[in-house]
Every structure is written in structure tokens, then in C-alpha cells.
């Protein structure tokens, strides 16, 4: 099991920004490629960005357009998603999810690469 817990969601203004965080437990996190996802109302989870283990290679979504950024502080265990300028169809449950993927700069766009899911933090993005 690799403990994910997300912390940093809440309520924003369409336009402001919000960075959401997840640590990882254990001293195994460098091994991990890493991602966001994230589920509205009635909709599938979809996939926000991921980021290589080795943090070289990043992959967004379509829907970003540049409005977001992924980071990792392997030092800290840590993966971040920097949201800038949201749009109130931005809210939704973000999860952080961990893979094992073979090639250090690999990034997965799939749900199903991923193993180890956090709980979710809920994300509400006002007009």
C-alpha cells in the first residue's frame, strides 16, 4: 500500500488560484510516476496532469491550456497542482494517484495505470 493524502482544496474565485498538495508516505515516493485527477458531478474521473518520476516530463489535460502546473518535491514526498485562473467547470473531487510506470520519464494519461489513489479533496470554483 503507498498512503496518498491530498490536502489544499476549498472554495476559490473564478480567475484567483489554488495549489493543491498530496504526500506520500514511506520512502518509496522517487519510484512513483505521479497524477491528478479529478470527478464531477455525474461525470467520469478524468485526467488533470501527471508528472514523471523523475519530474522531467510533465502531460495536462486538454481542458488545461496552461492554466495549471504539476510539480513534485521528491525531498518532501510531495506532488503539487498549481491551478491558476480556474473556471467555476473546474470544480470537481481531485484525487492524487501513484503508478509504477517503467520508464523514468514516463507520465500515464489512464486511470487504470494507476494503483494507489488518495481519498480526494473537493475543489469548488465560484463565478
Known amino acids: 500500500q503507498v498512503p496518498l493524502v491530498e490536502s489544499g482544496g476549498g472554495l476559490v474565485q473564478a480567475g484567483g488560484s489554488l495549489t493543491v498538495s498530496c504526500a506520500v508516505s514511506?520512502?518509496?515516493?522517487?519510484?512513483?510516476?505521479m497524477a491528478w485527477f479529478r470527478q464531477a458531478p455525474g461525470k467520469e474521473r478524468e485526467f488533470v496532469a501527471g508528472?514523471?518520476?523523475?519530474?522531467?516530463?510533465?502531460h495536462y489535460g486538454d481542458f488545461v491550456k496552461g492554466r495549471f502546473t504539476i510539480s513534485r518535491d521528491n525531498a518532501k514526498n510531495t506532488v503539487y497542482l498549481q491551478m491558476n485562473s480556474p473556471k467555476p467547470e473546474d470544480t470537481g473531487v481531485y484525487y492524487c494517484?501513484?503508478?509504477?510506470?517503467?520508464?523514468?520519464?514516463?507520465?500515464?494519461?489512464?486511470?487504470?495505470?494507476?494503483?494507489?489513489w488518495g481519498p480526494g479533496t473537493q475543489v469548488t470554483v465560484s463565478s
Open positions: 494517484a501513484a503508478a509504477l510506470l517503467i520508464s523514468v520519464d514516463a507520465v500515464a494519461g489512464a486511470t487504470t495505470r494507476y494503483a494507489y
Open positions: 514511506g520512502r518509496t515516493f522517487s519510484i512513483y510516476s
Open positions: 508528472i514523471s518520476r523523475s519530474g522531467s516530463s510533465t
